[in-house]
C-alpha cells in the first residue's frame, strides 16, 4: 500500500488532471466527475434548503419524543420516551436529478397549497443556496415543477454563426439552456426587437441578415437612422426607404402587393401563399425596420397626418402580411405607449418579443408584456458587458435568455455583396400593382 507522504505527492498531479479534463473537454467532466457529487450535494442539502427558502410546509407526525419524567433521589432526571403527535417540516418529495448540457434538472411535488409560483418567486434564494448561476422553474403537469439549474452563464461566449439551410429560419444565436436561438417567420411571422443603445440590436439584425440573404427572400430595409445601418446593406436590399416620407411610400407599396397576393390567393382558392402551386407562388418579403420610435414622432401638427397614414400601413401589413408571405422586423429603443395607439396595436400584432438590455422599465413591460413578471426582471437585469443577450419570448409561450452570435456590420456587409445577385428588384417585385410609387 503506498504510503502517506505518496499520496500527498499524487494529489497535485490529480488536480492538474482533473483541471485539464475540466478545461479540454468540460461536457464529460461534468457528466462522469462533477455531476454525481453535485447531485448527492443536491439531495442531501434539500431538507435545509427547502426550510431555508420557505418552501416546507408543518405537518402533523406521531414520533417518539422524550419528556421529563420522574427526579430521582440523586436529583438526576430521568426522561422517558413517548408516542406522540408533533408538527415537523415536510420538503417537497424530489425525484433524482437528471445532468443537462450546462448543469441539472429535478422534479419536485408540490405541497398542498403550493404552485410553481412559489418556486419561481424562491428561485432566486434557491440558486444561492445551492451556488448556481441561475435556477429557471417550470411546470409540467399539476402537482410538480421542475428546478433547471445552470452552473455558470453559458451565454458569456456563444460560438459562430451556422449556415441556416431552411426558407425563411435562421438561427441567430443560443439558448441558456443550450439550444439554438431560432428566428422561423413561417412561425412567427413578425417581431419586436427592443434595447438600449448599445445593447445589441443591430447585431441581432446583421445575424439576420446574414442568414436570410442566400435564401430566396425579398429584404426590404425601412431605416429610420438617416440609412446610417442599412445602406451597406443595400446590394441584398430589394428597397430601402432612409426617412419618414420614404418609408410611407415603401409602406403603401407594400399594402399594395399584399392586396395583390391576396387575390391571387383567392383565384386560385388558396389560404396563404404557401398553398399556391410553386409556380404561382409570390416570392416571401422579410421587411427590417430600424428605429421604430422615429415612424411615430410628432414634431409639429402639421405631420399628424403623415404619422397616421404611415402607422396605418404598417397595422395593415402586420394583420394581414403573414398569409401573403410579408414579415415585419421591428427594432427600437424604446416601444413605450407614449408614442402613441399605432405602437400599441403594432405591438399587439407581434408575436414575436425580443427585450435587450433597456433604459427604461416601460420598454421591457411594453415588449414582453404579459409574460411571466420573473422575465422582466431578468430583462432589467441584463448587465451592460454582455451586449447581444436579451431576454426572447419564444412560440412554446416560454421565454428564454438567450444570446446572438457576434456578426459584425463587416461580416453582414460581405454575405450582401456575395448574395447580390439573389436580390429580386423592388420593380420586378411591384410592376403589376395597379399604382405603385417606387420606394
Ligand atoms: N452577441 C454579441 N456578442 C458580442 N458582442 C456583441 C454582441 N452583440 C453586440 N455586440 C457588440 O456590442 C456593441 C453594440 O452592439 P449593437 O451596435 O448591435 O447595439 P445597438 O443596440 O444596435 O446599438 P445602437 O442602438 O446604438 O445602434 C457592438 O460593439 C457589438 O459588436
Known amino acids: 500500500m503506498p504510503d502517506l507522504p505518496a499520496w500527498l505527492a499524487a494529489l497535485p498531479l490529480i488536480g492538474a488532471g482533473l483541471w485539464a479534463w475540466r478545461r479540454w473537454h468540460y461536457p464529460s467532466f461534468w457528466l462522469i466527475a462533477a455531476f454525481p457529487l453535485v447531485a448527492l450535494s443536491v439531495r442531501a442539502s434539500w431538507r435545509r434548503v427547502a426550510l431555508g427558502c420557505g418552501l416546507t410546509k408543518k405537518r402533523q407526525r406521531w414520533w417518539f419524543t422524550t419528556v421529563p419524567g420522574l427526579i430521582a433521589s440523586t436529583g438526576i432526571v430521568r426522561v422517558r420516551r413517548r408516542f406522540q403527535r408533533v408538527a415537523v417540516d415536510t420538503k417537497p418529495l424530489m425525484w433524482l436529478p437528471r445532468p443537462t448540457r450546462h448543469g441539472w434538472r429535478v422534479t419536485l411535488h408540490t405541497l398542498e397549497g403550493q404552485t410553481p409560483g412559489d418556486y419561481t418567486d424562491a428561485a432566486e434564494r434557491l440558486a444561492h443556496s445551492w451556488s448556481v448561476h441561475a435556477i429557471r422553474v417550470s411546470s409540467p403537469g399539476p402537482g410538480r415543477v421542475v428546478l433547471s439549474a445552470t452552473m455558470r452563464d453559458p451565454l458569456v461566449t456563444v460560438n459562430q454563426l451556422p449556415p441556416s439551410t431552411d426558407l425563411l429560419k435562421v438561427t441567430v444565436g443560443r439558448l441558456e439552456t443550450g439550444r439554438p436561438w431560432m428566428i422561423d417567420f413561417r412561425t412567427v411571422p413578425h417581431w419586436l426587437n427592443a434595447g438600449a443603445t448599445q445593447s445589441g440590436k443591430s447585431n441581432l439584425a446583421n445575424a439576420l441578415i446574414v442568414g436570410l440573404a442566400p435564401q430566396p427572400v425579398a429584404l426590404v430595409g425601412i431605416d429610420l437612422k438617416g440609412g446610417v445601418e442599412f445602406t451597406p446593406y443595400a446590394p441584398r436590399l430589394s428597397a430601402l426607404a432612409t426617412c419618414r416620407e420614404e418609408a410611407g411610400r415603401l409602406l403603401d407599396d407594400l399594402v399594395a402587393l399584399m392586396l395583390d397576393r391576396m387575390g391571387v390567393c383567392r383565384q386560385a382558392a388558396a389560404r396563404n401563399i404557401w398553398q399556391l402551386p410553386p409556380a404561382l407562388r409570390p416570392v416571401p418579403v422579410v421587411v427590417l425596420v430600424d428605429e421604430l420610435a422615429e415612424l411615430y414622432l410628432m414634431a409639429d401638427k402639421s405631420e399628424k397626418d403623415e404619422i397616421a397614414r404611415t402607422s396605418t400601413a404598417l397595422l395593415r401589413v402586420a394583420q394581414l402580411g403573414r398569409a401573403f408571405g410579408i414579415y415585419l ?67 412554446d409561450g416560454q421565454w428564454y435568455r438567450a444570446r446572438s452570435f457576434h456578426v459584425t456590420e463587416h461580416t453582414a456587409e460581405q454575405a450582401t455583396h456575395t448574395h447580390a445577385h439573389l436580390t429580386p428588384s423592388w420593380n420586378e417585385i411591384t410592376t403589376h400593382l395597379p399604382e405603385h410609387a417606387h420606394a
Open 329 to 395: 422586423f421591428c427594432c427600437g429603443q424604446r416601444i413605450g405607449s407614449d408614442l402613441g395607439p399605432g405602437v400599441t396595436a403594432l405591438r399587439a400584432q407581434c408575436s414575436g418579443r425580443i427585450c435587450h438590455r433597456v433604459n427604461d422599465p416601460e420598454t421591457a413591460t411594453m415588449t414582453l408584456d404579459d409574460l411571466d413578471p420573473a422575465a422582466l426582471a431578468s430583462a432589467r437585469a441584463i448587465p451592460a458587458e454582455t451586449p447581444g443577450v436579451a431576454i426572447v419570448a419564444s412560440q
